[in-house]
């Protein structure tokens, strides 16, 4: 198993209330990736990383930051919670070459009260 | 916004019984990969197909590519309990994001 951990793996929250969820990986992987899955929505992506400090948008940007530091952390900030933002979020990891085949974390269940 | 969509949403069948998947866009991938989610678990890569027409079989799955490279399918041979799960198809129409579909629920009744 890809060595991806993300913490914390629960949290609860108040709207507007700042929060920061974490990625960490062992397997020195070029990229991340920070998703939020819905129902009926499936996977739909955050941000991403394609180096340390290297980042890009995905298509449900609005009301999130990330951050790379280090090629293995990679944060999700969400700057003022709101209730849309309850969700659970996933990151993955890939390397460079290959088909993309992306490796997930177990992710973060959020809940914005 | 390529879109994915999959079908159907739900599927409920008994141990033994086969089902098929679907995954359709009227985009094309470079690559389309299947995933294999279990409840409180991230998603799982099951297989990657890339030529156009392509069938891999992992054991009793088989998945296919079509020939245009826009759709694909999984089918599931006399199904188990164990096969019970998310299945999320997910193409990468270039560079390194992915696609993903919004999923297709199984369940296989013992």
């Known amino acids: 198993d890809a060595g991806i951990t993300q913490s914390p793996r629960h949290k609860v929250t108040e709207t507007g209330t700042p929060v920061t969820l974490r990625c960490h990986q062992t397997?020195?992987?070029?990229?991340m990736y920070w998703y939020r899955q819905d129902p009926g929505h499936g996977l739909r992506l955050i941000h991403y990383?394609?180096?340390?400090?290297?980042?890009d948008k995905g298509e449900v940007s609005d009301g999130y930051s990330v951050s790379r530091s280090k090629t293995e952390d990679f944060l999700l900030t969400l700057e003022s919670a709101t209730s849309s933002q309850t969700s659970v979020y996933f990151c993955?990891?890939?390397?460079?070459?290959?088909?993309?085949?992306?490796?997930f974390g177990p992710g973060t269940r959020l809940t914005v009260l | 916004t390529q879109l994915l969509e999959q079908s159907p949403q739900f599927l409920s069948i008994q141990e033994g019984e086969n089902l098929t998947v679907y995954c359709n866009s009227s985009?094309?991938?470079?690559?389309l990969q299947w995933y294999r989610q279990e409840p409180g678990e991230g998603p799982v890569l099951l297989v990657t197909?890339?030529?156009?027409?392509e069938v891999k079989k992992l054991k009793r799955l088989t998945f296919q590519f079509g020939d245009a490279r826009k759709d694909s399918s999984l089918h599931i041979t006399a199904a188990q309990p164990g096969d019970t799960g998310l299945y999320l198809c997910a193409g990468r129409p270039a560079g390194n994001k992915l696609t993903f579909g919004g999923g297709t629920r199984v369940l296989v009744k013992p």
């Open positions: 397997e020195n992987h070029r990229y």
């Open positions: 993955a990891i890939s390397g460079s070459g290959g088909n993309n085949e992306q490796f």
């Open positions: 197909v890339v030529t156009g027409g």
């Open positions: 985009s094309v991938f470079s690559s």
């Open positions: 990383s394609y180096g340390v400090k290297d980042t």
